[in-house]
């Protein structure tokens, strides 16, 4: 059974930095491409980054960019999102999803991704 766990989430103030962490069991991790969404109170969950099978490519959006950094470690089966300069419009809450992309995939859809975990949140007060 496929699982993913997210962790490190909490609350913290603008300015500040998070790092999450998820754990993913159940699959051979080092052939999926993870990504982190999220998703705010009254708003559909949001791409926010992607790694493909290797860490040799990163893929992130415009909101995040210079701020938020995705690494995975494929010896431990996990991914990290390092959040920093945190704004209270980053309040959600953060899901890690794995999925097997062909070339062309759409890393920015929630369908391209088959398994997710059960999210973390992250407040960030101003």
């Known amino acids: 059974q496929v699982q993913l766990a997210e962790s490190g989430g909490g609350v913290v103030q603008a300015g500040g930095s998070l790092r999450l962490s998820c754990t993913a069991s159940?699959?051979?991790?080092?052939?999926?491409?993870m990504g982190w969404f999220r998703q705010a109170p009254g708003k559909e969950r949001e791409f926010v980054a992607a790694?493909?099978?290797?860490?040799?490519?990163?893929y992130d959006v415009d909101f995040v960019k210079g701020r938020f950094l995705i690494i995975r470690d494929n010896a431990k089966n996990m991914v990290y999102l390092q959040m920093n300069n945190l704004q209270p419009e980053d309040t959600a809450v953060f899901y890690c999803?794995?999925?097997?992309?062909?070339?062309?995939?759409?890393?920015?859809?929630?369908?391209?991704?088959?398994?997710w975990g059960q999210g973390t949140q992250v407040t960030v007060s101003s």
């Open positions: 999803a794995a999925g097997l992309t062909p070339i062309g995939a759409n890393l920015r859809q929630t369908s391209t991704y088959a398994y």
């Open positions: 790694i493909d099978w290797n860490g040799g490519s990163t």
């Open positions: 159940g699959l051979t991790f080092s052939v999926y491409t």
